[in-house]
């Protein structure tokens, strides 16, 4: 993969990647916590003869920018960054692939129903109501989604930084997956990311600028936000889901009633992998994707 930095009308510079001809169809893929671009690593050797594949350091994250107000992260920010890279790569159209905070992004942008998302794939990534229903409704899902509450703690970033990056790396990935499918070379990656000044916080703002209700597990009679009882446009766009089964952050349930929310949905189960499923397990995501777009 190639990287630059490109600087955007929104008024941030993100680092992003680059693979594949590009005369081919665009594609954008956009990672989530606590990752940068390298969570494609598998999935674009595998994709980069048939796509021109675009995965940007969302902003807060690894080499893009950093700001340091909250407001700054909220959905609507990122995707007019998304937009405004397209527009700086004279992409009009493209396919959309989000996986964690990356699909919350896509979601949105899907949920807009602006012309430029032609299809939307999210993997280990829910659709916002059902995810805020869940967070309520559900009980496995609530107590698994406790981390949130915790990620937005003031302070957080420097208890993080007491227990050493090292510590904090074992704690994200030890739950998910095999510390053993990530090299060395991987891991030093992601703990020099992660020590660059800024660079705790910008991720963790991700979690303190989202409007998702998160109860306490022991929480009684939570009602449902305003938004949710208002409900949510239908997505028009096809729409592939792709969910690792063993995700233990993001249940199984968030793939129930996604055929009322969305026009056209494929959902690929792949029931050997876990939350981190793009580098898990790259060939049947690639395959899934391929597929999909080239249908």
């Not at 420097?158 to 904090?168: A, H, K, L, P």
């Amino acid at each position: 993969m190639n990287t630059e930095r490109i600087a955007l009308s929104t008024g941030v510079t993100l680092n992003v990647a680059t693979a594949g001809p590009q005369d081919a169809p665009p594609v954008y893929l956009l990672h989530g916590f606590p990752e940068s671009h390298r969570t494609w690593r598998g999935v674009a050797a595998l994709l980069e003869d048939d796509f021109r594949l675009v995965m940007p350091d969302q902003r807060g994250f690894a080499g893009s920018d950093k700001p340091a107000d909250i407001a700054a992260y909220r959905t609507d920010k990122a995707i007019a960054d998304l937009l405004a890279l397209a527009e700086a790569n004279g992409h009009e159209k493209f396919a959309l692939v989000g996986h964690d905070w990356g699909g919350a992004v896509a979601w949105a942008a899907a949920l807009r129903g602006g012309p430029h998302v032609e299809k939307l794939v999210a993997i280990n990534s829910p659709h916002p109501l059902i995810f805020q229903r869940s967070l309520i409704d559900d009980p496995d899902q609530r107590a698994a989604s406790q981390y949130m509450s915790r990620f937005r703690e003031t302070g957080m970033e420097e208890r993080i930084r007491d227990m050493g990056i090292d510590t904090f790396f074992e704690k994200s990935f030890a739950p998910h997956v095999g510390l053993s499918a990530i090299s060395d070379e991987e891991r030093q990656t992601y703990i020099d990311q992660w020590s660059e000044e800024g660079a705790l916080e910008g991720m963790l703002a991700w979690y303190r600028a989202s409007p998702m209700l998160v109860p306490g597990v022991d929480e009684e009679d939570v009602a449902y936000p305003d938004w949710l009882m208002a409900g949510v446009p239908t997505i028009r766009v096809p729409t592939l889901v792709v969910w690792g089964m063993q995700d233990k952050a993001l249940r199984p349930c968030q793939l129930d009633g996604l055929d009322g929310l969305i026009d056209d949905l494929t959902i690929e189960r792949i029931e050997d992998a876990g939350h981190f499923v793009p580098w898990e397990k790259p060939e049947p995501v690639a395959d899934a994707i391929r597929a999909f777009l080239t249908r």
